[in-house]
C-alpha cells in the first residue's frame, strides 16, 4: 500500500498496490478535492488519527481508495539506463 501527498492534482492508482492520497488544505479545487482520499486540516493529531485508520481500513478490504474507486489506475514498466521512458 502506498500513501502520497499530491501536490495540485491527484495522481492515477496503481492496480495491484493500493494507492491512498492526500493533499493539503487548500492545494486541490473543489472539484478535484474529490480525487483524492483525504484533504487535510490543520490538526496534524487529528488527521493521523484518520490516515492511520483509513490504512487500517484498506488493508482490511473496508476501503476502496478514491483513484481505485473512479478506475483511475494504471502502470508502466520503466526502460532505459535511468527507468525514463520516452
Known amino acids: 500500500m502506498i500513501l502520497g501527498l499530491v ?6 492508482g496503481h492496480p495491484m498496490l493500493p494507492v491512498l492520497q492526500a493533499a493539503l488544505p487548500g492545494a486541490l479545487s473543489n472539484s478535484a478535492a ?8 490543520k490538526d496534524a493529531e487529528a488527521d493521523a488519527a484518520v490516515l492511520l485508520k483509513m490504512l487500517r481500513d484498506v488493508a482490511a478490504g473496508e476501503f476502496v481508495p478514491a483513484a481505485s474507486a473512479g478506475g483511475f489506475v494504471d502502470f508502466q514498466l520503466s526502460r532505459g539506463l535511468l527507468g525514463v521512458s520516452t
Do not use: I
Open 7 to 12: 501536490g495540485d492534482t491527484a495522481q492515477q
Open 34 to 41: 474529490k480525487d483524492v482520499d483525504l484533504v487535510l486540516s
